[in-house]
């Protein structure tokens, strides 16, 4: 059975430009602003989990990027 450690699950937010009321236009940022906010944190035991746990993120957060990394490991 392979189990999942150390899963987290992000969504990432790219703002590239705001709206100035004064100027009444776009803005753009010299860089992007990037910001990250952790959805989940734990370790699963089988893919069926990991999908309901991605799922779910997509369902909490359905506008912006979901960023999932985790370490696996084989056991007998």
Known sequence: ???????????VRVDDDYYDSKKKKRIKYAKPKVTKKLLFEDSLYDLGELYRQ???AHD???????????NTTLDY
């Open 1 to 11: 059975m392979i189990t999942y450690d150390k899963v987290r699950i992000s969504s």
């Open 54 to 56: 991605i799922r779910n």
């Open 60 to 70: 909490r957060d359905p506008y912006h990027k979901i960023e999932v990394t985790f």
